[in-house]
């Protein structure tokens, strides 16, 4: 399919809104693709994009194409929407950005992650996606602290999510200049077969206990804390809300509500932002798994060896999800929409 046709599509798809995930189309977008650039990117509903953040991504030939919608008041699950590939109750808060990359109706979704608002969607879904506190810091200095469900307080980081790892590397490395390094980056993984997946790296295996479970002050200590002896941790986080409900609202009643909270195995995601990491997740192949990678957001030698880290996790794309998914004449199947 030639690609101002797949994104005549796109745009198609987005105003039929098949899972109520987009609040607002931006059809004119469409004007900015040609055969050789452009890229649509879709923005959670409740992040204020500046002018000077808009020309930056447009310079990068990224176009705003839909407003996404979110979960009510940031909340860590989305019950008005459904992932598409499990029929649950869809993962927030990013939800909306999440859902229309996986269908295909953005490039790059863009949100803001607290406490896993953009990591936990991308990964209940097998998409990519990245954090830093230092992204769009300037065009955001205006921005006021929040107060998570569990009371902490923090400063919200803008998310990218992709279901490409190259595009999520392209436009990163174009919003934040980072310089070259070669320095030895030390290991952290908990899982043996990433070591395997490693070979040649400086990797050290731990088990990381209580990443689920432990509070969240206690985990954001654990990590700084490892972040002083080591550049880089790997964690296998998943699967993401599908044994279990992580979400605070619902897990503080009594103890079995709190069971089914850590049962949906969120752990350095829900607190890479509160430790002021730069993270990137890479799908694992597994449903609603990905390897968690964290970095102090200072530590550039480390960011930068983090998407050599990303490359060596890397697994192809499951070819059902994205015949079915991607299939724009099943959005469409009597040639018309309503």
Not at 64 to 87: E, F, M, V, W, Y
Not at 266 to 276: D, E, P, T, V
Not at 285 to 294: H, K, P, R
């Amino acid at each position: 399919m030639k690609k101002i046709q797949k994104y005549a599509f796109k745009t198609m798809l987005a105003m039929k809104n098949p899972v109520k995930s987009v609040d607002a189309v931006y059809p004119l977008a469409f004007d900015n693709i040609s055969n050789e650039s452009g890229y649509y990117l879709g923005v959670k509903n409740s992040l204020w994009v500046t002018d000077e953040m808009e020309k930056r991504l447009n310079q990068c030939s990224y176009y705003l194409h839909t407003r996404d919608q979110s979960s009510l008041g940031g909340r860590a699950i989305d019950i008005d929407l459904k992932n598409p590939i499990t029929g649950l109750a869809m993962t927030g808060s990013s939800s909306g950005t999440a859902i229309n990359v996986f269908l295909g109706i953005n490039d790059i979704g863009m949100g803001t992650d607290g406490g896993g608002s953009v990591l936990a969607p991308a990964i209940s879904l097998n998409l990519f996606s990245l954090i830093d506190p230092v992204l769009f810091r300037e065009e955001r200095k205006r921005e006021k602290d929040k107060i998570s469900t569990d009371g902490i307080s923090f400063v919200p980081s803008i998310g990218l999510i992709s279901k490409n790892l190259k595009l999520v590397q392209e436009l990163y490395f174009n919003l934040r200049d980072l310089e070259s390094s070669n320095r030895e980056a030390k290991i952290l993984v908990d899982d043996e077969n990433i070591c395997n997946l490693l070979k040649g790296e400086n990797v050290e295996v731990s088990s990381f206990e209580g990443k689920y479970d432990n509070e969240r002050l206690a985990l954001i200590e654990t990590t700084k804390r490892l972040l002083e002896k080591y550049d880089i941790i790997v964690s296998k986080e998943g699967p993401v809300d599908l044994h279990g409900f992580g979400d605070t609202v619902f897990g503080h009643f009594d103890d079995k509500t709190k069971e089914i909270q850590v049962a949906a195995n969120k752990g350095f995601l829900r607190i890479a932002n509160m430790a002021n990491c730069f993270a990137l997740t890479v799908p694992s192949g597994e449903l609603s798994t990905a390897f968690v990678i964290l970095c102090d957001t200072n530590n550039v030698s480390a960011i930068r060896k983090s998407f050599m880290v990303a490359e060596s996790l890397y697994r192809e794309n499951d070819e059902l999800s994205e015949r079915y998914f991607l299939n724009y004449k099943n959005y469409f199947m009597n040639g018309y929409s309503n």
